[in-house]
């Protein structure tokens, strides 16, 4: 459930310390709700259902904002959503690379092989500081951390499908880049939830 919080075990111990230390009830409170969100943030709850074997399910919980004719698709992950990332389908980790660009603070672009050998690709995106929502999408967390993506799979390795790769600490996009083959069935400003099927091929 909360498997994610040791990637940000930073903030998680200065709340902890808050709340010993502070002997205001108002701050203390606060701080206890800033604990609650964070515990939210990064909830890992997640349950699969048995899709066939040629369903591509949702990588991330998050709004589609667009979707081009090449299979490339933009989307959005809100405060509300959860901030890990997963298998779209069974596949092998071919290339792990850095791909900032220029309104870009990181970029981290994971390239993925399936069963017939078709490359895709998914990347994880922080926008520059005061480029996203509030603090989180600015510069506070950059105090506590130098990357906030987290990649947490490896060149060669095999997925299978609905299994974590990455997540990002606080405001983040992805972007997909899938084969022209793949039928995906989703549209623009359509909120999709981890997991969920959203093509087949």
């Known amino acids: ?4 919080l040791k990637y940000v075990y930073k903030i998680l111990f200065c709340l902890l310390f808050f709340i010993f230390i502070f002997k ?7 701080t206890f709700i800033l604990l609650g969100l964070l515990l939210f943030f990064f909830r890992t709850n997640l349950s699969i259902r048995n899709y066939e074997d040629n369903i591509i399910i949702s990588p991330s919980s998050s709004k589609v904002i667009d ?5 490339s698709i933009f989307t959005y992950l809100s405060p509300l959503d959860k901030h890990f990332m997963i298998a779209p389908i069974d596949c092998k980790v071919i290339g792990i690379e850095d791909n900032k660009m220029e309104k870009d603070s990181e970029r981290k672009r994971i390239i993925f092989s ?9 990347e994880l995106i ?5 480029s996203g929502v509030g603090v989180f999408g600015g510069w506070l967390p950059k105090l506590f951390y130098d990357e906030r993506v987290v990649v947490t799979c490896k060149k060669g390795e095999h997925l299978k499908r609905g299994q974590q790769f990455g997540l990002i600490r606080f405001g ?11 039928n995906i069935i989703i549209k623009e400003k359509q909120h999709i939830n981890i997991g969920d099927p959203i093509g087949f091929f």
């Not at 979707?67 to 299979?71: D, F, P």
């Not at 399936?114 to 998914?122: A, C, G, M, P």
Request: proline share 5%; net charge positive.
């Open 1 to 4: 459930m909360f498997s994610n």
């Open 24 to 30: 205001n009830k108002k701050l203390r409170v606060f």
């Open 67 to 71: 979707i081009k004719k090449e299979n």
């Open 114 to 122: 399936d069963k017939n050998q078709k490359i895709f690709i998914l």
């Open 126 to 130: 922080v926008a520059k500081p005061f």
């Open 172 to 182: 983040s996009n992805m972007q997909y880049y899938f084969p022209k083959s793949y």
